[in-house]
């Protein structure tokens, strides 16, 4: 899928928002890596990483040939500071309705409007791939992220108390999430 938009962020800034090529696997890695660091809110940490930048690349590369899936960065002033995408929950008759959504935005540029466009960006390509439901998990303590999926208009489908095991907090609830389209 293809995707790029400028927008204008809070505080008069422009972002740009595309989808990723196999020539952002660096850059794509080193958000990762920052972004993965600054929260115990995402699903792995900075050295459970195992790709490199070509095979991060290379996957940047088949969600931009993808029908139905997209990685979408958002990059201010060349340095790519966030990353959504869309991948589909399976290729099964019974599953090909629902995608899957994720989301991280370097803590630096949080409240500035990038985790709203990134998240309205993915719902517009999910709709866009035919998908029927988009689903999503969020840290129950995560209030700014769970807000944000309410406002848009994600509804709460269970919890899992025991969903994520912080390193440093023990065990996180995660609520399951899901949109329809």
Known sequence: MKYNQIIELKNGMECCLRN????DGQAVLDNLYLTHGQTDYLLSYPDENRFDAMQEGRLLKEKSESENE???LAVVDNVVIGTAGIE???TKYKVRHRA???ISVAKEFWGLGIGQALMN????CARAAGYIQLELDVAAENVRALTMYQKAGFAEYGRNPKGFRSRTAGFQEIIHMRLEL
Not at 20 to 23: L, N
């Open 121 to 124: 960006a993915c719902i517009d």
């Open 20 to 23: 990723g090529t196999e020539h």
């Open 70 to 72: 997209i990685e979408i």
């Open 100 to 102: 899957e959504f994720g």
């Open 88 to 90: 589909a929950a399976g």
